[in-house]
């Protein structure tokens, strides 16, 4: 499950720690919208671990709304130095296209060149970014509660409602774009509280009343097969001792036609008898398939 954890600038028109400038509105970002993939510090060996949306350009910056997984141990890991306040800023990974080193096109202080045109491949959370100000715009301990007492809700049924929440939170977070795809609803920021809630209540409702539906159904499958394997096992056991009954009146009549009287533990067998016997029963049917 993607786990929303703040919007980001992930990178701004200012001299950054390389010494360079970065052109916002020159990144050609339509790969990436492809593929919006989520390092951490761009170690691309180590697999994403989350993904971007909600991209915006302006002149002077470049914001995503970021994502982590939860699926793996790694993202989990990266996830939580997120939301403990270890890790807020971000960094992009691309290409240079077109650059000048030209003073006209440098800010003050700027030694290096400027990226004029770029293709963006990745974008990474990170510990410390080229760009100073690529940080999480926001994202606080409320935004967490409310994320997290929607996802307990999500996961045990029975929570209906979401408490000391404000709708308008939602928004910083894309949470109530999350909420919406849930609950099949429309609600934006002014959506009112007790409509969210109704929403929540009749979502539980249909979901207890399908999951009932479904333990009733496995539960008569359940009982409807014990009888068929019982009735089976008992069909089957009554042929076997059939079988070995007959199988024992046939070797009885075996040894007293070739001179074995009862009793005598097939000592005074006689093979030749038997091998010249026209009675002699082929007992090996009784053990095969």
Sequence with gaps: MLVPIGRFVVTKDIVDRDSERVIPMGANLNSFKMNPIMFYNHMRWEGGIGTWDNIEVTDTEILMDGYISDSTENSKEKLGLVQDGVIRTASMGFRPKKWSDDTKDKLEGQLGVTILEYEVIEVSITDVPANPEAVMKSMDKKDYKVYNDFKSWQEDKEGVIIKSYQIENFNNMNILEVVNKYLGTSFGVDAKQEDVEAAFKKMSETKGMSQEAVEKSMREFSDVTKGFVKTEIETA?????????????????????NGNPE??????????????????IDCTKFFTN
């Design 263 to 280: 009793g005598d533990g097939g000592e005074n067998l006689d093979d030749t008898k038997v091998e010249k016997s026209d009675n002699v």
């Design 237 to 257: 056991t009554k042929a076997l001792k059939a079988e070995i009954e007959i199988m024992k009146g046939q070797m009885q009549e075996l040894k007293e036609e």
